[in-house]
Every structure is written in C-alpha cells, then in structure tokens.
C-alpha cells in the first residue's frame, strides 16, 4: 500500500466536494499529520472530528523530529511543515499539497506530490470519476475558486 500524507486543504476541499470518499478508493488509507488534524477539526468545517476518527481508513501521524520544524516555519503553515517532516520521516510515496509555496518546497525536498485537482484528474483516469469539472464546480459553490486559466487547463487535462 502506498504511503500518502495528505494537507488541510485538499481534505476539505475533497470534503466540501463530496469526494473525500476517492482518496479511501484510490490509496486504501492516508495520513494526515497532527497539525492537519487540530486544522479541520477545531474550524469545525466541513471535515468533521468524528469523520476522521471514526474513519477506518484516515491515520492521524505524528512527527517525532520537531526540530526539523524551524527549518520550514519561514513560508509555511503548520500542517505544511508537519507534511513535510512527516513525509521524510515515513519515506512516503505522495504528499497532496494546494498551497504554492508549500509545493515548491516539496518539489526542492524531492518529495513525489499531486494536489486536489490531481487527485481528480487521477481519479476520472482509473475509472473512479466520470467527470472532474463537476466536481470543480461543486467545490466553487463552497467558496473554493480556481482561475479561469485554471479551469482551463483542467478542461484540457481532463478533456471534457
């Protein structure tokens, strides 16, 4: 089973969607590290405490080296660092990032990554997902925006 830790953002992203359900179907389990569970369990938002402790399939993991932290506080939030570290820690196959800088810092780590519109892409191309626009579009009508330019290379990506 490949070793995925996932960020705040693509859970409740996935969440508001109503797709959380994709990331069970297409790694079997993930993690996500302390941080990002106080993050969208204390908002109360969408990813509720109970979906994540009750789930058989969402580990919560916890980093041991909180040295490490300083290294990354600079530019990222907590969740992001503790992706990071975590990550490392585990040797994971795939961290599932949004934020920009935290990607570029994944990418410098030589981290493998896919974000929440990656997950989707990947997703129609398995065969889990008929459509991703949709799905974008549900996820906008959470308050959750995509450039036009955006949308416009996932239509391609996605072909539809």
Same mark, same amino acid.
């Given at each position: 089973?490949?070793?995925?830790?996932?960020?705040?953002?693509?859970? +409740?992203?996935?969440?508001?969607? /109503?797709?959380?359900?994709?990331?069970?179907?297409?790694?079997?389990?993930?993690?996500?590290?302390?941080?990002?569970?106080?993050?969208?369990?204390?908002?109360?938002?969408?990813?509720?405490?109970?979906?994540?402790?009750?789930?058989?399939?969402?580990?919560?993991?916890?980093?041991?080296?909180?040295?490490?932290?300083?290294?990354?506080?600079?530019?990222?939030?907590?969740?992001?660092?503790?992706?990071?570290?975590?990550?490392?820690?585990?040797?994971?196959?795939?961290?599932?990032?949004?934020?920009?800088?935290?990607?570029?810092?994944?990418?410098?780590?030589?981290?493998?990554?896919? /974000?929440?519109?990656? +997950?989707?892409?990947?997703?129609?191309?398995?065969?889990? @997902?008929? @459509?991703? @626009?949709?799905?974008?579009?549900?996820?906008?009508?959470?308050?959750?925006?995509?450039?036009?330019?955006?949308?416009?290379?996932?239509?391609?990506?996605?072909?539809?």
């Amino acid at each position: 089973m490949r070793k995925v830790i996932i960020n705040s953002t693509p859970l +409740i992203a996935l969440c508001k969607a /109503g797709r959380l359900n994709l990331l069970k179907t297409m790694y079997g389990e993930v993690t996500i590290p302390d941080a990002v569970f106080r993050e969208v369990t204390e908002k109360n938002d969408f990813v509720q405490k109970s979906i994540v402790e009750n789930s058989d399939w969402i580990r919560i993991g916890h980093v041991s080296a909180d040295a490490d932290r300083k290294m990354y506080k600079a530019k990222l939030h907590d969740g992001e660092v503790e992706v990071m570290i975590l990550a490392q820690e585990t040797n994971a196959d795939l961290v599932v990032i949004d934020d920009l800088e935290a990607r570029k810092t994944a990418e410098y780590l030589g981290l493998t990554l896919t /974000g929440t519109i990656g +997950i989707l892409l990947k997703a129609k191309q398995l065969g889990h @997902l008929d @459509l991703v @626009l949709p799905v974008i579009r549900e996820m906008e009508k959470q308050h959750i925006y995509f450039s036009d330019a955006l949308i416009s290379q996932i239509r391609q990506l996605a072909k539809e």
